[in-house]
């Protein structure tokens, strides 16, 4: 596979991985913050905005329009929903000859769709809804994608982009949660771990393994080590060990053996960790940036090894 | 607002049965041909007298029984499903790229059986014709030895290769593949326009078009022995695999310039039905005169470049260094036999305007035969008595810059303006070389659904030719349409339009 088409096919799913958890955070949040009182419900969105955005805003600074304006249609900003489908739908582009007909006529529509939408065509009746709808197009994008591709290295170059950005938005709303439950004035309240499962597609999972019983720590359990869950950060780490296999086949080793020992790594790191260890002075925190820190290793290296060599190396 | 942004946008209506003729509707009298006007030039559907030409009754028949509400669902259907494909052409002006859907039109122009197989002969002659003409040029240089072509011409090409010269090339086919733009006469012949020998594209609308317009009139389709187009990335194939024999596994790229090319849809969708790979000037390298791409896995070889970047950008260390397209290196690993690359280089001086005046001359000097499809009549500026001669009837003649293509550089001057007709004539007098001025004849007009009813546009006819080891010409040609009403420029840059061709089977 050509090394650039392996860097359109990454990108294109990390984007799409980014616009599906955008909708859906989106959706969420739209449809529970009726249930908060105002004080909750803006101290929620301030941290819906630093997990998706990073920025760290005043609480009550702004209002749910302005934010969701901001996440899902501006396009001067590089983490909105319509921005992530556009970059999505560019890298696809780049791609045609390597994506089938469904794929891409399904993402084009999608955006096609998505693109003339606007604020003030959405407030008015439930604006919850249009995320929805995006949300399921995604998730049938999805399917489209699983079952039209061959599943070979392009289709885990996908798989890659998707859970490596994944585990780090998954990781980003986990870290906001946790850190915010140190804070005495506003540490989340029941109603937001339960909406942070939401977040997550977690609420029946988790109450399947763990009744409806609401407890931080066994969300945290869930959300980082459930070996099921497909969004939990366990789940993604073990796609992506499996598509760093699958992936460049014929590499030189040594090269591959770089990747191979990053990925083995992070996977150990995931496998054997346990909850207890983590809840106390920050422990969350910290598993975390090196969940993350690991991520960006292996992205450098997945690059140095199969997209970015010299040619001079291979010669 | 939100309740529409999931519906469904492609619906081209129920079911589409032939009607049994009823009463004929007359073009400039009866819906839904109301404002179809006949005029001069030969219209593709009606005769002089207004009764239907017979190859396009079953779509008469049809089209008396769809509304035009119907037939304008169908229209959008057609353009929802390029917009869904990304069927679109990028259009820079003032620095600013738009994406734009090519604009089509359903309803087919239908080309009989008699008639594909003179365009077919022609267009085979002519082919041959003018390959043996690039061979000679750029070997022993018999053609001008022998003064059948003025040496001034070609050398003074801007297309003009030199480091072609003494370079042999598959077959002796330096022309792989070819688009050209044949015209319909006031008389009703076909005659050549323009012979495209660079980078031809419009192919991939050629098959976009047919989906769609099957879809529109799937019974009309298939009571018309409708001959298939859809093997064209299979021939294609063939002939880029022809280029290189000596191996079992030939390994084929498509050379894109990129994703902002505005024939970039094609470049992807070419490389797709031929499941070759699609690549980019930064992915390929050249190394000991061998062209690799790289790969995920390493280095991979590429035997033939189906190279869609002008000369120009094909190689920074022979042609223009500041080119980014292109691969350094490329033009040296060609010269030594490592990598095919179609077109070869250096085609363009055969499809300059000015030598297009000599192709019929040159058909008799290769093969001794009359030309089968004949020019359309051309004054050479160079030529003192034809300066003159265009100066004077400049409000009658279409002048073109001899080395630009895609509707640049040209007057049209029956619809220009007493200023742009001053101002071109300067451009003449400082350079006469570079103009050649023809007659301006009423292209063909055919059936095109303009929204309101059915109306005559003037329509062009551009079939694909490939030539490798042998000469295959895929039944079928892009149609291209002046949208405007009277135009007769039918160029996608300048606000044409096109629609499927059905070439019948007998």
Request: charged residues 25%; contains cysteine; aromatic residues 8%.
């Given at each position: 596979m050509l090394s650039r088409v392996a860097d359109s096919l990454y990108w294109m799913a990390r984007y799409i991985e980014r616009a599906e958890h955008t909708a859906r955070v989106l959706a969420v949040k739209l449809e529970s913050m009726v249930e908060q009182t105002p004080d909750d419900s803006a101290a929620s969105w301030a941290r819906v905005v630093e997990a998706l955005t990073g920025e760290?805003?005043?609480?009550?600074?702004?209002?749910?329009?302005?934010?969701?304006?901001?996440l899902a249609f501006d396009r001067d900003h590089e983490a909105s929903l319509v921005t992530s489908l556009a970059?999505?739908?560019?890298?696809?582009?780049?791609?045609?000859?390597?994506l089938s007909n469904e794929v891409w006529e399904h993402l084009n529509r999608l955006y096609l769709r998505l693109s003339p939408v606007t604020m003030d065509s959405i407030w008015v009746h439930t604006p919850a809804r249009l995320f929805r709808e995006a949300l399921e197009e995604m998730h049938a994008l999805e399917g489209v994608t699983y079952s039209t591709l061959s599943?070979?290295?392009?289709?885990?170059?996908?798989?890659?982009?998707?859970?490596?950005?994944?585990?780090?938005?998954?990781?980003?709303?986990?870290?906001?949660?946790?850190?915010?439950?140190?804070?005495?004035?506003?540490?989340?309240?029941?109603?937001?771990w339960l909406v942070l499962l939401k977040f997550c597609t977690a609420w029946e999972p988790y109450t399947k393994r763990y009744t409806a019983s609401i407890r931080p720590q066994k969300i945290a359990e869930f959300l980082l080590f459930d070996a099921e869950f497909p969004h939990s950060i366990c789940f993604s780490v073990d796609?992506?060990?499996?598509?760093?296999?699958?992936?460049?086949?014929?590499?030189?080793?040594?090269?591959?053996?770089?990747?191979?020992?990053?990925?083995?790594?992070?996977?150990?790191?995931?496998?054997f960790g346990q909850i207890d260890d983590l809840m106390t002075g920050g422990g969350i925190a910290a598993f975390l940036a090196d969940i993350t820190k690991q991520c960006e290793q292996i992205h450098k290296t997945l690059y140095s090894s199969y997209i970015t060599y010299g040619a001079e190396t291979v010669l | 607002m939100q309740q529409e942004a999931f519906a469904s946008t492609e619906d081209f209506g129920g079911p589409d049965l032939v009607a049994a003729p009823g009463k004929p509707a007359r073009p400039g009298q009866d819906p839904p041909y109301a404002r179809y006007e006949l005029g001069a030039a030969y219209d593709e559907m009606f005769a002089p007298d207004g009764t239907v030409r017979p190859p396009y009754a079953a779509l008469d028949s049809r089209l008396s029984t769809l509304s035009l509400e119907e037939l304008s669902r169908r229209q959008q259907a057609c353009e929802q499903s390029f917009l869904h494909q990304g069927i679109t052409f990028t259009v820079y002006s003032d620095n600013r790229a738009t994406e734009r859907i090519i604009p089509t039109d359903l309803l087919p122009r239908i080309v009989t059986a008699a008639e594909w197989a003179r365009i077919e002969a022609g267009l085979t002659q002519r082919i041959i014709a003018l390959n043996l003409f690039l061979r000679d040029i750029y070997g022993d240089g018999r053609v001008l030895k022998d003064g059948v072509i003025p040496r001034a011409l070609i050398f003074g090409s801007k297309h003009y290769r030199r480091e072609m010269r003494g370079l042999p090339v598959p077959h002796g086919a330096y022309v792989n593949i070819c688009g050209s733009d044949l015209i319909r006469n006031e008389k009703g012949e076909f005659v050549v326009l323009e012979d495209n020998l660079r980078v031809p594209s419009g192919v991939s609308y050629m098959l976009a078009n047919r989906d769609v317009a099957r879809r529109a009139f799937p019974a009309v389709f298939r009571s018309m022995n409708v001959r298939p187009i859809e093997q064209y990335p299979l021939e294609l194939l063939a002939t880029l695999r022809s280029l290189a024999p000596f191996h079992e596994d030939v390994s084929i790229a498509v050379l894109t310039p990129g994703v902002f090319n505005s024939a970039y849809f094609e470049h992807a969708f070419l490389a797709r039905q031929m499941g070759v790979e699609l690549v980019e000037g930064r992915d390929?390298?050249?190394?000991?005169?061998?062209?690799?791409?790289?790969?995920?896995?390493?280095?991979?070889?590429?035997?033939?470049?189906?190279?869609?970047?002008?000369?120009?950008?094909?190689?920074?260390l022979i042609f223009r260094p500041d080119s980014a397209l292109g691969v350094p290196g490329l033009f040296n690993a060609y010269r030594a036999g490592n990598v095919m690359i179609a077109n070869a280089l250096g085609t363009g001086v055969a499809d300059d305007k000015a030598v297009y005046a000599y192709v019929p001359r040159l058909i008799?000097?290769?093969?001794?035969?009359?030309?089968?499809?004949?020019?359309?009549?051309?004054?050479?500026?160079?030529?003192?008595?034809?300066?003159?001669h265009v100066l004077a009837n400049l409000d009658t003649l279409v002048v073109k810059a001899v080395g630009e293509s895609g509707g640049y550089g040209m007057l049209v001057g029956p619809h220009a303006s007493r200023a742009e007709r001053e101002d071109?004539?300067?451009?003449?007098?400082?350079?006469?070389?570079?103009?050649?001025?023809?007659?301006?004849?009423?292209?063909?007009?055919?059936?095109?659904?303009?929204?309101?009813?059915?109306?005559?546009?003037?329509?062009?006819?551009?079939?694909?030719?490939?030539?490798?080891?042998?000469?295959?010409?895929?039944?079928?040609?892009?149609?291209?349409?002046?949208?405007?009403?009277?135009?007769?420029?039918?160029?996608?840059?300048?606000?044409?339009?096109?629609?499927?061709?059905?070439?019948?089977?007998?």
């Open positions: 760290k805003t005043l609480i009550g600074h702004q209002d749910a329009f302005v934010i969701t304006r901001r970059m999505a739908r560019d890298n696809a582009r780049q791609v045609r000859e390597a599943h070979g290295e392009g289709w885990y170059f996908l798989e890659l982009g998707r859970h490596i950005e994944r585990v780090q938005l998954i990781g980003r709303l986990l870290d906001v949660h946790f850190r915010a439950a140190a804070d005495p004035v506003h540490a989340p309240k029941y109603f937001d796609r992506m060990t499996e598509a760093l296999d699958r992936v460049a086949p014929g590499a030189p080793p040594a090269r591959r053996a770089a990747v191979e020992r990053l990925a083995g790594r992070l996977k150990a790191a995931v496998d | 390929l390298l050249v190394n000991d005169n061998v062209v690799y791409t790289r790969t995920t896995s390493g280095l991979k070889r590429i035997d033939v470049i189906y190279r869609r970047i002008d000369d120009d950008f094909v190689d920074p008799r000097y290769y093969l001794s035969e009359e030309p089968i499809l004949n020019n359309v009549e051309t004054y050479l500026c160079r030529e003192e008595k034809a300066l003159s071109f004539a300067g451009k003449l007098k400082a350079d006469p070389e570079n103009y050649i001025a023809q007659p301006t004849i009423q292209l063909s007009t055919a059936p095109t659904f303009v929204g309101n009813g059915i109306e005559a546009r003037h329509v062009d006819l551009r079939p694909f030719i490939l030539h490798g080891a042998e000469t295959k010409i895929v039944p079928g040609a892009l149609t291209r349409v002046a949208l405007t009403r009277g135009s007769l420029v039918v160029n996608s840059s300048q606000g044409g339009g096109s629609k499927d061709t059905w070439v019948l089977s007998q």
